[in-house]
């Protein structure tokens, strides 16, 4: 028999509740993301995935991260106030209205001068990178229907041991089912497939927010 608690609603509450608290500052960009994005303010990362990604890149060190996919600026405030000294991440996002929500944010949280916000499509931003550049954490949270074309373009540039965490990778168990063809579910779940069938990684999925896979470069 498989050693799993099965997670439900209240157990998942229960985890919520013994972990680090959020950031008060981004507590606050959560609430304003919510006033004006709406519906939309459901492409943001969970509270515990944001405490995640700050113990995992302040476990790492990074020298120079990555993100794809920025919105509002939250993810990136957590991977950003994990970075040492002088490290930078790199932002990839085509849109200055919500990235603009970020920038004031990143001042409060004394991020701003660690991150480098690029707006333009991201494998344009991608493959205009000097060639010998080498991140060592990356995050994944953009369109889905790219997933792969993102790995593919970040994988080759990780060093041996890099990091990428990538979110949505359950997309709200629909990805199982096979009857749900739009562009965003096939997308999640053709990147599941490429992923474990790819042998320069290795990888497992956590059931974190809508559902988060860490991927190491071998």
Request: aromatic share 8%; hydrophobic share 40%.
């Amino acid at each position: 028999m498989a050693k799993i608690t099965a997670l439900t609603q209240d157990l998942y509450g229960y985890m919520s509740r013994n972990r680090s608290p959020e950031d008060p500052i981004l507590a606050e960009l959560r609430q304003e993301t919510r006033r004006s994005a709406g519906k939309m303010a459901g492409m943001m990362i969970s509270e515990e995935q944001g405490v995640l990604l700050r113990i995992l890149v302040g476990a790492l060190a990074p020298s120079l991260a990555v993100e794809v996919g920025t919105f509002t600026g939250y993810s990136a405030a957590c991977i950003a106030s994990g970075l040492p000294p002088g490290g930078k991440l790199v932002c990839c996002d085509v849109s200055d209205e919500w990235t603009s929500f970020g920038t004031h944010y990143w001042k409060r949280c004394g991020v701003a001068e660690n991150i480098d916000l690029r707006i333009a499509p991201a494998l344009e931003t991608l493959s205009g990178l000097p060639g010998d550049l080498r991140f060592d954490f990356a995050f994944l949270d953009a369109d889905k229907a790219n997933y792969v074309a993102y790995f593919e373009a970040i994988v080759p540039r990780m060093r041996q041991n890099g990091l990428i965490a990538v979110d949505n990778v359950l997309w709200h168990n629909w990805s199982m089912h096979a009857c749900n063809q739009d562009q965003e579910t096939v997308g999640i779940r053709e990147f599941n497939e490429h992923v474990l069938l790819d042998d320069r990684v290795e990888s497992v999925m956590l059931h974190l927010g809508d559902g988060l896979t860490l991927i190491r470069k071998l």
